[in-house]
């Protein structure tokens, strides 16, 4: 406690700070964003060496070495690539001068201690990432049971009485039909774009 108390004093503590949208441009990390693919910052967090970066489509951090060093290492997290799991949030106790969020991004754990006075902000974004992890995890178990289901319908046609002559017909069919019905399927339960998450929580 005492180390952390002689770090603040001394400014030398990576405390985030929220920026503001307007700011956006300023950061590193939006050099990084598509903005030619309708990419969108929602949230952006900034320390002294790093900044975490929250888009429509993915979680950008700019990870840097340490406060003085100029050098910075990317990295791009798609959330229809890297789920969200084990959102946690921190408050803080009388004498702390952070909070936390904590999440993972497949099996990547993040946590970052952003100044106490901007704790509503960072519900917001706490409210959006929970919500993120829910659905992509019900549009897996969803895809996992569209799958199934197609799965059995070629089982029940590979077991069925059929003569020589319609077997090689049917499976044409099927196998087109099925590919069509994948695609379908796994677009809608396979989502790339949480904008309207973001601007649920967080732009109100």
């Known amino acids: 406690m005492l180390k952390k108390f002689a770090s603040d004093a001394l400014g030398l503590s990576d405390i985030g700070k929220i920026i503001e949208p307007k700011d956006y441009d300023k950061t590193d990390a939006d050099d990084y964003v598509r903005h030619e693919d309708d990419e969108k910052i929602y949230f952006l967090i900034k320390t002294k060496a790093d900044e975490y970066c929250f888009t429509n489509l993915a979680f950008i951090h ?15 997290y798609p959330y229809f690539q890297y789920q969200i799991s084990n959102v946690l949030l921190e408050t803080a106790g009388r004498v702390d001068l952070d909070i936390e969020i904590k999440f993972s991004l497949g099996n990547q754990d993040f946590s970052i201690d952003v100044d106490k006075n901007q704790l509503e902000q960072l519900n917001d974004l706490y409210k959006a990432l929970v919500y993120i992890s829910e659905a992509t995890q019900e549009n897996k178990i969803m895809l996992k049971m569209s799958e199934q289901s197609l799965d059995k319908a070629v089982n029940v046609l590979q077991n ?12 044409k069919q099927i196998t087109e039909y099925g590919f ?3 695609h379908s399927n796994h677009e809608k339960f396979h989502q790339k774009d949480f904008g309207d998450v973001f601007e649920k929580y967080i732009n109100q």
């Open 62 to 76: 700019v990870d840097g070495e340490n406060a003085v060093s100029s050098k910075r290492t990317l990295r791009r």
């Open 160 to 171: 069925s009485r059929t003569n020589d002559a319609n077997l090689a017909d049917q499976f």
């Open 180 to 182: 069509s019905w994948l």
